[in-house]
């Protein structure tokens, strides 16, 4: 396992894993992800109080899930339209947190984004937690997308790198709270999704232990 720590205003912590999953672990993963979206379908969120759709669709699968709708941002134990409890989280993503996420309690909530080739998702931080001390690990399927990632402030300076397909970036220690987000997704840059398109896994430590 490379893993490449990538300094960026200063900071430390954030740190990128190319190809952390090969051609057949991406085919497994996915096979997993597919079965919890037929379980708990995806879903469109909405922005707190204007209501405006994201571009991506979303689902969740662990204990926890997190869920943007007119009342705001949080964590929830079940799914907001079917009211049924997220499905389990797949073995290889909590063997992946327990590779790259060091001494940090185990996850608590894998947000699963599907974004379309004309999705996007601006800068924003994660910090809808209720700790900070456990990193943020990410893992990219499918289509290659432009990953922006500045400082904890949002006019820190930026720098961009594309995340192709089995890539995984883990924002902890100083990068915990970094502004991140996905300026375009290229189309046709992988075979993995049927369809084209890239989903985004997101794992997540929400309360103390």
């Not at 073995?91 to 590779?99: G, I, M, Q």
Request: glycine letters at 10%; proline letters at 10%; one cysteine or more.
């Amino acid at each position: 396992m490379t893993m490449q720590e990538i300094p960026i205003n200063g900071m430390s912590g954030l740190y990128y894993l190319p190809g952390y999953f090969d051609r057949e672990g991406q085919e497994q993963l996915l096979a997993h992800i597919r079965a919890i979206v037929a379980e708990a379908p995806l879903f469109q969120p909405v922005m707190p109080k204007t209501g405006k759709p994201f571009s991506v669709r979303m689902s969740n699968c662990g204990p926890l899930g997190w869920v943007s709708d007119i009342r705001g941002y949080r964590y929830q134990p079940a799914h907001p339209e079917t009211g049924r409890p997220w499905p389990a989280m797949p073995d290889a993503l909590t063997h992946l947190w327990k590779d790259v996420a060091g001494t940090a309690p185990p996850p608590e909530a894998c947000l699963i984004n599907f974004y379309d080739p004309s999705a996007r998702m601006g800068l924003h931080q994660d910090r809808d937690e209720q700790m900070f001390e456990a990193p943020v690990v990410s893992v990219s399927l499918g289509d290659t997308a432009t990953f922006r990632v500045g400082g904890v402030n949002r006019k820190d300076p930026t720098k961009s790198f594309r995340l192709q397909s089995g890539d995984v970036v883990v924002l902890g220690g100083e990068a915990r709270l970094a502004f991140h987000g996905i300026d375009r997704v290229l189309n046709g840059t992988s075979t993995l999704l049927k369809n084209g398109g890239r989903i985004n896994l997101t794992l997540r430590r929400v309360t103390p232990p």
